[in-house]
């Protein structure tokens, strides 16, 4: 719909009253036509289903009986901002989903002149009155095409989703490379935001969007920023605007501290970056969602020998044993390997792998030799699952630290 917000301050009282009531009527009329659109099945290619996406979304919008459309024309243009689409199996930003967000952007301008898209920044959330977020997720069903693109758009006052649309995607291949703040962090960041933004994306109109994602809204406009400049290689200005980040109210998360730690360590601040580093480790035992990108050497337990990628790992495992060692529970090791070679094969080496880890954070601290366990999962957790071996699937090589209770 155009504009909820249907009231200017000159507007009498018992008018601004009855107007809202009009506009949440229509928002109940316009769930109750959406609610169970069927997901289209005919898949098309990349541009041409962005475009289908875009104008389904905004459709919707315009569903509003005449008379409601006619008093919103008199009004200021709504204003959205878009927050940056996500790859919805990882969480991650990707090249591809990068590309979506530019068209998408152009899509609006060009055909739906009634909205102002305006970036996603802390100035511009606060004078918003919608959110557009979306993910682009690999396909189970291989008859619908490859891909799916959803979109959502949300209202922020109401914190409803007003509209959310899909497209199915022929393109065999595209470019899923994580940006590279993704690329580079040392964790999976995918927290319990995240996964509000991906429930979000999926949620019929007229369902409340996720509440937890709405909150971070702010935080997340100033960690979009930090990313931004992260990736501009401003790292001084990138420093400063994660060091804001967490100290928000809702700071403590390990999309932050990741960036905290990428750009100390970029700006040589080793001592920072270490205890930044513990954090992390922290954090995520704590919320039991430790997920390390250690990369091995092909059919290994050594660690990959190029300085730029493994040199800081003798200062993780330090960090996430001394943080295993002061909890009182036990720690399960696991590690996961890609999806190359047998079944057989990947089972023993993400086992072993787990194993040698184990032994490492013993090394660091010894009591942990009875708080540690160790397990392989093989493949058959991936979470980008195309076997490629490189950056773009390093999440399927991870190794994770989930806390449990110890046996007696």
Same mark, same amino acid.
């Given at each position: 719909m155009t504009n909820i917000s249907l009231t200017t301050s000159r507007t009498p009282r018992r008018i601004r009253a009855s107007l809202r009531m009009l506009a949440l009527c229509a928002t109940v009329v316009l769930a109750a036509a959406c609610a169970h659109r069927p997901v289209p099945g005919n898949a098309m290619p990349f541009d041409q289903a962005v475009n289908q996406a875009v104008d389904d979304l905004m459709v919707q919008t315009q569903k509003l009986p005449a008379f409601l459309a006619k008093v919103?024309?008199?009004?200021?243009?709504?204003?959205i901002v878009i927050d940056p689409l996500l790859e919805?199996?990882?969480?991650?930003?990707?090249? &591809?989903?990068?590309?979506?967000?530019?068209?998408?952007?152009?899509?609006? $301008?060009? %055909?739906?002149? %009634?909205?102002?898209?305006?970036?996603?920044?802390?100035?511009?959330? =606060?004078?918003? $009155?919608? &959110?557009?977020?979306?993910?682009?997720?690999?396909?189970?069903?291989?008859?619908? =095409?490859?891909?799916?693109?959803?979109?959502?758009?949300?209202?922020?006052?109401? =914190? &409803?989703?007003?509209?959310q649309s899909v497209a199915r995607i022929?393109?065999?291949?595209?470019?899923?490379?994580?940006?590279?703040?993704?690329?580079?962090?040392?964790?999976?960041?995918?927290?319990? @935001?995240?996964?509000g933004y991906i429930r979000t994306a999926e949620t019929q109109p007229g369902q409340a969007a996720d509440a937890l994602y709405l909150e971070r809204l702010p935080t997340s406009t100033v960690l979009q920023e930090?990313?931004?400049?992260?990736?501009?290689?401003?790292?001084?200005?990138?420093?400063?605007?994660?060091?804001?980040?967490?100290? #928000?109210?809702?700071?403590?998360?390990?999309?932050?501290?990741? @960036?905290? +730690?990428?750009?100390?360590? $970029?700006?040589?601040r080793t001592a920072d970056a270490e205890k930044t580093f513990g954090t992390i480790a922290r954090l995520g035992l704590e919320t039991n969602n430790l997920s390390v990108k250690f990369l091995f050497k092909p059919g290994s337990t050594d660690f990959l020998a190029d300085p730029k990628i493994?040199?800081? +790992?003798?200062?993780?495992?330090?960090?996430?044993? #001394?943080?295993?060692?002061?909890?009182?529970?036990?720690?399960?090791?696991?590690?996961?390997?890609?999806?190359?070679?047998?079944?057989?094969?990947?089972? #023993?080496?993400s086992l072993q792998r787990a194993a040698s880890v184990k032994s490492r954070l013993v090394t660091e601290a010894p009591p942990l030799s009875k708080k540690l366990r160790e397990a392989g999962m093989g493949f058959r957790e991936n979470i980008v699952g195309t076997g490629a071996d490189d950056a773009s699937d390093a999440l399927d090589r991870r190794v994770e630290f989930k806390v449990v209770g110890c046996e007696t």
């Open positions: 919103e024309s008199s009004l200021k243009q709504s204003r919805g199996a990882s969480g991650q930003q990707t090249e &591809v989903t990068r590309v979506a967000e530019q068209r998408i952007v152009q899509r609006m $301008q060009a %055909q739906f002149k %009634q909205f102002t898209v305006t970036p996603f920044n802390a100035t511009e959330i =606060g004078n918003a $009155q919608y &959110v557009l977020n979306g993910t682009l997720v690999r396909d189970k069903d291989a008859s619908g =095409g490859p891909y799916r693109l959803n979109l959502a758009l949300t209202e922020i006052k109401s =914190g &409803v989703v007003i509209a022929s393109d065999a291949s595209l470019d899923t490379r994580p940006t590279a703040f993704f690329r580079d962090s040392p964790v999976n960041g995918k927290d319990r @935001g995240v996964e930090a990313t931004a400049a992260y990736e501009a290689g401003r790292m001084s200005e990138a420093l400063s605007r994660y060091e804001a980040a967490s100290k #928000r109210p809702d700071g403590q998360q390990l999309r932050i501290y990741s @960036g905290l +730690y990428l750009t100390q360590s $970029q700006l040589g493994s040199a800081a +790992y003798p200062m993780w495992l330090r960090q996430i044993a #001394r943080q295993a060692a002061q909890i009182d529970s036990c720690v399960v090791v696991t590690g996961h390997t890609s999806r190359t070679g047998s079944e057989a094969v990947n089972e #023993r080496l």
